[in-house]
């Protein structure tokens, strides 16, 4: 079985400045996808970003970007020019692309606050 | 944009009752999910279905669960007789096809048992 595991339980980060939240998950799998989930005060799941297992660059959604060390399993999310409204939980998630349909499973998350 | 719906958005329940959590689903997707989260704690999925049938349940979803897609539109989550531990809360999410894209969730039902 896949696990998935954020050993930050909270974050800080200064308005403007970058935050690096880190991932770590284990699986036999070669074939996946990871993704960072934010939850806000609302707790709805909004997508943050995804990357796919085969391929090698790292992917990057504007203020967002990812460091995918596959090798070691790592899979950390960086938030440049932080902004308030991005304090929230944010959780790294893992699905397999082996089998269709198959199940998120979810890290313990980390809480990140932004500081004015 | 398409978005997943989840009614009601929060339900309050007595324990031993029977509460059924709504969701419609993006409406070309295939995949449907629900997943659950005690406040504090982190998302645990419950359920998938596909075909009009479960694909996947993890341990949590004993026999008071059970899921329904009655028409072509909704996605019913029923927990049969409430627990207090039963209390969370409840997203439905659905993804589009067999390459496994990213599942959109439904903002959620806050269910708590009294």
């Known amino acids: 079985a896949q696990t998935v595991t954020q050993s930050q339980p909270e974050m800080s980060v200064q308005e403007a400045e970058t935050v690096t939240l880190s991932c770590t998950y284990d699986?036999?799998?070669?074939?996946?996808?990871l993704f960072w989930y934010k939850q806000p005060p609302s707790r709805q799941m909004i997508l943050v970003i995804r990357?796919?297992?085969?391929?090698?660059q790292n992917a990057t959604e504007n203020r967002f970007s990812v460091n995918f060390q596959k090798a070691a399993k790592s899979f950390s999310l960086k938030i440049s020019d932080s902004q308030l409204g991005d304090a929230a939980m944010y959780f790294c998630?893992?699905?397999?692309?082996?089998?269709?349909?198959?199940?998120?499973?979810f890290g313990e998350g980390t809480q990140l606050t932004v500081n004015p | 944009e398409p978005e997943v719906t989840q009614t009601p958005s929060h339900q309050v329940t007595q324990m031993g009752q029977e509460v059924i959590l709504r969701c419609v689903p993006i409406?070309?997707?295939?995949?449907f999910y629900w997943y659950r989260q005690i406040l504090g704690q982190k998302v645990e999925f419950l359920v998938s279905?596909?075909?009009?049938?479960?694909?996947?349940k993890s341990e949590i979803f004993d026999d008071q669960f059970s899921v329904e897609r009655p028409d072509g539109s909704n996605f019913t989550l029923k927990i049969r007789s409430t627990k207090l531990e039963d209390s969370a809360m409840y997203f439905c999410?659905?993804?589009?096809?067999?390459?496994?894209?990213?599942?959109?969730f439904g903002q959620g039902t806050r269910l708590t048992v009294v």
């Open positions: 699986t036999s799998e070669s074939d996946y996808y």
């Open positions: 990357q796919e297992a085969y391929k090698q």
């Open positions: 998630a893992y699905r397999s692309r082996e089998t269709s349909g198959s199940r998120l499973t």
């Open positions: 999410a659905s993804s589009a096809t067999v390459l496994n894209t990213e599942a959109f």
């Open positions: 409406s070309n997707h295939l995949y």
């Open positions: 279905f596909y075909n009009n049938e479960i694909s996947e």
